[in-house]
C-alpha cells in the first residue's frame, strides 16, 4: 500500500492528504526522522502546498510529524523512553477498557468482532501485513467503543498515534506476529464470556509483548534512542 488508495469521499482535500501521509508514515515509507519535502510530496498526492501544509499541521497535532522553526518538517522519531512511557499509560487504559467493555458488550458485538478477527487471520494468512494492520486497529477501536467513555478512548487513540508506524513494522517478526494473532482469539473470549479478570489479563499481556516487539524493533534499526 502506497497511501494512494486511501478513500477520500467526504474528506477535505488536508484531511485525504493527512491520512495518506498517515499511511506512508505508519507503512514505514516515511522513516523515522525524515524531513518531509513539499514539492515531491504534493506532486505525490495530487495536492497543492495550501492543503498540504495543513495536513503536515494536522498530523503536528496527532503526534506523527514535528514543525521545526528554520527547519521545516520531519517525521516524530520516538526514544525508548516515550515507547515505554507511552506503553505503560496505554497499559493501564485498555485494561480499564476491558473491564468496561465486559458490563457493556452485546451479542452484537461479540458477532462484528469475530468477524473482524476471522478478516484479520485471513490477512495474516496471506502474509497481508496492510490489511492486518488495519483490521487490527479497528478491533481495538471497537473494543474501546464497547467500553463507551469517550475520555479514556480520546485518550487512547492520542498515545496510539504516536505508535501505529512502530506497531506496524514489529509485526515483520513472524513468531511474535503469530502471538499476537494468539492473543486476540484469547481477547474476544474472554469478552464473549464476561470474563474481566482474564480480558484485563490479556490485554496487559497483550500490550507487554508488544512493547517488547517495538522496543526490539527500535534496536533492529538502530533508531534514535534504540542504541
Given at each position: 500500500?502506497?497511501?494512494?488508495?486511501?478513500?477520500?469521499?467526504?474528506?477535505?482535500?488536508?484531511?485525504?492528504?493527512?491520512?495518506?501521509?498517515?499511511?506512508?508514515?505508519?507503512?514505514?515509507?516515511?522513516?523515522?526522522?525524515?524531513?518531509?519535502?513539499?514539492?515531491?510530496?504534493?506532486?505525490?498526492?495530487?495536492?497543492?502546498?495550501?492543503?498540504?501544509?495543513?495536513?503536515?499541521?494536522?498530523?503536528?497535532?496527532?503526534?506523527?510529524?514535528?514543525?521545526?522553526?528554520?527547519?521545516?518538517?520531519?517525521?516524530?522519531?520516538?526514544?525508548?523512553?516515550?515507547?515505554?512511557?507511552?506503553?505503560?499509560?496505554?497499559?493501564?487504559?485498555?485494561?480499564?477498557?476491558?473491564?468496561?467493555?465486559?458490563?457493556?458488550?452485546?451479542?452484537?458485538?461479540?458477532?462484528?468482532?469475530?468477524?473482524?478477527?476471522?478478516?484479520?487471520?485471513?490477512?495474516?494468512?496471506?502474509?497481508?501485513?496492510?490489511?492486518?494492520?488495519?483490521?487490527n486497529r479497528v478491533i481495538h477501536d471497537r473494543l474501546n467503543a464497547i467500553a463507551a467513555n469517550p475520555v479514556l478512548t480520546h485518550t487512547y487513540r492520542t498515545l496510539n498515534t504516536r505508535l501505529h508506524a512502530l506497531r506496524f513494522r514489529s509485526n515483520l517478526n513472524i513468531a511474535k506476529w503469530n502471538q499476537a494473532v494468539a492473543e486476540h482469539r484469547d481477547m474476544i473470549a474472554a469478552l464473549a464470556a464476561r470474563d474481566g479478570p482474564a480480558l484485563r489479563d490479556v490485554l496487559i499481556k497483550h500490550l507487554r509483548a508488544k512493547q517488547q516487539a517495538v522496543l526490539e524493533t527500535m534496536n533492529n534499526e538502530k533508531m534514535p534512542g534504540g542504541n
Open positions: 500500500m502506497d497511501g494512494s488508495n486511501i478513500p477520500i469521499a467526504r474528506l477535505t482535500l488536508p484531511e485525504a492528504a493527512a491520512e495518506r501521509l498517515r499511511t506512508l508514515i505508519i507503512e514505514g515509507a516515511l522513516a523515522p526522522g525524515a524531513k518531509l519535502n513539499e514539492r515531491e510530496l504534493s506532486e505525490q498526492l495530487g495536492v497543492s502546498r495550501t492543503p498540504l501544509r495543513e495536513a503536515f499541521r494536522m498530523l503536528a497535532g496527532d503526534g506523527l510529524l514535528v514543525q521545526l522553526p528554520n527547519r521545516g518538517t520531519q517525521v516524530v522519531a520516538m526514544s525508548r523512553e516515550d515507547v515505554q512511557h507511552a506503553f505503560e499509560v496505554m497499559g493501564a487504559l485498555e485494561a480499564f477498557a476491558g473491564e468496561l467493555a465486559v458490563s457493556r458488550v452485546t451479542d452484537g458485538d461479540i458477532a462484528d468482532l469475530r468477524a473482524l478477527q476471522a478478516e484479520m487471520e485471513a490477512a495474516h494468512s496471506r502474509h497481508d501485513l496492510p490489511a492486518y494492520y488495519q483490521i
